[in-house]
């Protein structure tokens, strides 16, 4: 066995007895000094050990070529009818898509960006075969026209009436135009306007009824409206409860659809309209008559991570439209990439990087407003190009490594430009082929009791060298005092 005075000897910390031990003021104030020290230097190294610590570093996008890019919008348009609203994407690869509906909803508003109803459905519009007669029959005129003057007494006085709003220069009105005076000629005859009187079909030329047109809210070129008697006043923001009809635009097709809405009024309903002899009119006041309708779109698409194109404009297989009074002025509620951020994902984000999720949403909020009075406002494009940029935020446990979350970031430059095209509102989006790295770097325990001793030892160390220093000059200086030579 190993005797304890060999134990002994191994001793790294010798004790000195006390009595050979000398207490100083000198060296009771560095103790005192040390120990704060060691106190103060302790809390640092505490707080840096729990304070979270991250590198960041640009590398190549890391997605792959299958994942796709999700935009998120919410975009009011004050002057743009749902009716036409068309959303559409192209992208550098050729690919095209247009009137996105699947995953974009609509909902009409009025100029104030009130909603006036339900979401906005076009229902099943069938695709338009047949825009007219092959044959033209000039002789043909049935319907009746109509102005600002005179549309509301025939809209009082007829329990349906029919309207077929157009313009001249308008290829699809001009190929209406025969078989619309043809059907409006064999209705006269079959419910004749002052012995029947069920059902009058008449016609608005836009080009000279501007007013009339903006107020039923005709944006393209031909509408035919369907307005049963009195039905179209509804006190609620500007909503007019009229009907759009969309069917096919031959004789044939237009009678069918003519009988239909006869069909369910009695004869009788006329002879009241007839006997009416006060003399009261309607109140044009009460009638709520908007510039334009407008339209709140909302919804996500899905694009490729490639430079591409999202636009939405009026758009239609069978109209036309009048550059000059479509208006694209919109009010961005939400334009975002990428998945969605909870206020937890952006919180526990922020904890990481305190920069991140400050240009998620950088259009929110924004209003691009072109006043159409002016005519150096008419025919404006609003374009807005984006450049995105994705962040990738990691957090490494161990030696492995836990993606948090992405987000995408972007800086936005807009423009108003005039085109003789359809005005659009057109976002120009170009992901950058780099993104940003914020990585979580891990403090180990085992350093930080490394560090904590390292300051321990370290200033009491110090503080012995000082206090030795410290003494030995005191004590040279009472020897020179007292004349001593050594």
Known sequence: MISSSKLKSVDFYRKIPRDLTEASLSGAGLSIIAAFSMMFLFGMELNSYLT??????????????????????????????????????????????????????????????????????????????????????????????????????FARQYPILVVNFYAPWCY?????????????????????????????????????????????????????????????????????????????????????????????????????ALDDKSGQTIDTAKRPAPLTSGCRIEGFVLVKKVPGSLVISARSGAHSFDPSQINVSHVISQFSF???????????????????????????????????????NANVTIEHYLQLVKTEIASRKSSREFKLLEEYEYTAHSSLVHSLHIPAAKFHFEPSPMQVLVTEVPK?????????????????????ILDSILHNTIRLMRKVELGKQF
Request: net charge negative.
């Open 172 to 272: 699809w009105s001009n190929r209406l135009k025969p078989s619309w005076e043809r059907t409006a000629k064999i209705m006269r005859q079959r419910y004749d306007p002052e012995m029947d009187g069920r059902i009058l079909l008449g016609k608005v030329d836009c080009t000279e009824e501007g007013g009339l047109c903006r107020r039923h809210h005709i944006q393209g070129y031909p509408s035919i409206r369907i307005f049963r008697r009195g039905n179209d006043i509804k006190e609620n923001h500007g909503h007019h409860e009229h009907e759009s009809y969309y069917g096919e635009r031959d004789t044939e097709s237009l009678v069918v659809a003519m009988e239909t809405l006869v069909a369910p009024v009695p004869r009788e309903f006329h002879k009241l």
């Open 444 to 464: 180990f325990f085992s350093h930080f009791i490394t560090n904590v001793c390292a300051i321990i030892g370290g200033i009491f160390t110090v503080a012995g």
């Open 338 to 376: 990428g998945k969605k951020l909870t206020p937890q994902m952006l919180s526990e984000a922020k904890r990481l990087s305190p920069y991140v999720g400050g240009s998620h949403d950088r259009l929110t909020g924004r209003s691009y407003i072109t006043n159409h009075a002016d005519d150096v």
């Open 52 to 153: 979270v610590s991250t590198s960041t570093s640009i590398i190549v996008d890391k997605s792959t070529d299958t994942e796709f890019l999700r935009i998120d919008f919410n975009i009011s348009f004050p002057a743009l009818s749902c009716e036409f609203a068309s959303v559409d994407m192209s992208d550098v690869l050729g690919t095209s898509r247009l009137n996105i509906t699947k995953t974009v909803r609509k909902f009409s508003i009025d100029p104030n960006l009130i909603p006036t109803g339900s979401e906005f459905h076009h229902g099943t519009v069938p695709k338009i075969n047949r825009h007219g007669d092959e044959i033209e029959d000039e002789d043909a005129d049935g319907s009746v026209s109509l102005t600002a003057d005179n549309f509301e007494k």
